[in-house]
């Protein structure tokens, strides 16, 4: 079956420009995770979806940073008035509930280039 | 909170010969799930293999398998008849057991020489 997805692969933007990435997780997958993955360096995690519960957004580095999950599916990152620091990849991973030993599914992450 | 420390940015083996990449970790809870993961060129993190804490026998999946000390809390990966294909970045993962989010490791890169 499908995997997650992410789009784009690639985004080059200018610094103080928003920015959306966007996941789309595997079908039948409640639990929906960002991370985001500076060069050479492991993940971080940003924030986690679960079904309809309020989202866990502990790990949002500031609040230019935001993200949304419509209809338990499809996710949206957003990025305002980007700065270089945002550099990165962006890696979204979808799976069913956290309360089994079940992995997270990654999808091939979208390198953020901030110029 | 809970740690993962891979304590070896990088590691080489020959092809066909063994490698066993290092993981410790730090919590208090009895209850969890430890992963390692591997990153290709490519981006796409694998899921190569899982432990469940509760478990004492050790986890394996062919050519990769894992030592779990859990009084120790170490859980190192061995991956036997290396191959090419096995070059990548690898990463230990925790998670608690219903917690929302995995703690990953800095990572190690493993390079296979032919």
């Known amino acids: 079956g499908a995997g997650v997805s992410q789009s784009p692969s690639n985004k080059v933007t200018e610094k103080g420009k928003d920015v959306e990435l966007r996941c789309d997780p595997i079908?039948?997958?409640?639990?929906l995770y960002w991370y985001r993955q500076s060069l050479g360096q492991g993940l971080e995690f940003l924030i986690y979806?679960?079904?309809?519960?309020?989202?866990?957004k502990s790990g949002l580095p500031s609040d230019r940073f935001s993200a949304e999950r419509t209809g338990g599916s499809v996710s949206t990152l957003t990025i305002q008035r980007t700065q270089q620091e945002d550099s990165a990849v962006y890696l979204c991973?979808?799976?069913?509930?956290?309360?089994?030993?079940?992995?997270?599914?990654f999808g091939p992450g979208t390198r953020l280039t901030v110029t | 909170a809970q740690t993962v420390t891979q304590s070896q940015p990088e590691m080489s083996v020959q092809e066909a010969e063994t490698v066993t990449l290092s993981c410790t970790y730090d919590t208090s809870e009895s209850d969890y799930y430890l992963f390692w993961y591997k990153q290709p060129p490519s981006r796409q993190m694998i899921l190569v293999i899982r432990q469940e804490a509760y478990k004492q026998q050790n986890a394996t999946e062919n050519r990769f398998s894992v030592n779990f000390q859990k009084a120790a809390k170490s859980f190192s990966l061995k991956i036997s008849d290396s191959q090419l294909g096995d070059a990548a970045m690898y990463f230990c993962a925790y998670r608690r057991w219903g917690n929302n989010d995995m703690r990953f490791g800095a990572g190690t890169r493993l390079t296979v020489k032919p």
């Open positions: 979806f679960q079904g309809n519960s309020a989202p866990d």
């Open positions: 079908s039948g997958h409640t639990a």
């Open positions: 991973a979808s799976s069913f509930w956290t309360g089994g030993p079940y992995e997270q599914y």
